[in-house]
């Protein structure tokens, strides 16, 4: 009776174990992806490494006046990536480094890319009071997107991620945040953004 006993919840461990495995496998999304809705979704693209040249990229303004990467030369810029201004963690993110620019002398750029319209970027800046981090959409050529590997396949949204760039066009801090629903983690961005600036 004993050795049945034993026998059964070392069947049923066994079990309890392979279901977790395979519920955490289900849960983290793979290389090249992240998780949207609870659900892996692919990354378009490949994300450039770190310690090399960043990729020049061509967004819009609210004017919908082309911006480039290589406009800020010789500046270390923090470009803060989101899926839409028009949503709760998106907007928070960017009201955050609106507010923490301040910290920082003027040789340090904080940049919002999201896919969003010019319009309603606009329109958000103008309701959040942001105006001090550059809010620039990649509306119009996906050119961020492509360059950076971070559109979400078939949702035409970009992964929530902090990018670095420093002083000489090196991309020196990235965090892809694996989840679009979470925050990237704030303090870490801030710290390696003083620590590259200073440098």
């Not at 461990?13 to 979704?41: C, D, K, M, N, R």
Request: hydrophobic share 40%; aromatic share 6%; proline share 4%.
């Amino acid at each position: 009776m004993n050795k049945a006993i034993l026998t059964t919840a070392l069947l049923l461990g066994t079990f309890l174990t392979q279901t977790l495995i395979q519920a955490q496998a289900q849960a983290a999304p793979e290389q090249g992806s992240v998780l949207l809705g609870g659900s892996a979704t692919k990354l378009v693209g490949v994300q450039p490494e770190l310690d090399n040249k960043a990729p020049d990229f061509k967004v819009v303004d609210e004017k919908f006046t082309p911006v480039s990467l290589s406009d800020f030369k010789g500046k270390t810029v923090l470009i803060s990536a989101v899926p839409s201004l028009d949503t709760g963690v998106c907007a928070l993110q960017t009201k955050r480094f609106n507010k923490e620019v301040s910290g920082f002398d003027d040789k340090v750029v904080m940049l919002t890319i999201s896919e969003d319209l010019p319009f309603a970027q606009k329109r958000f800046c103008k309701v959040e009071n942001v105006d001090k981090i550059k809010v620039l959409s990649d509306s119009v050529w996906r050119n961020f997107a492509e360059e950076y590997g971070l559109l979400i396949e078939n949702r035409g949204l970009l992964a929530r991620s902090i990018l670095i760039v420093d002083a000489e066009g090196v991309l020196r801090y990235r965090e892809l945040v694996s989840d679009v629903s979470h925050h990237p983690d704030y303090e870490a961005a801030l710290k390696a953004l003083r620590q590259i600036s200073s440098n």
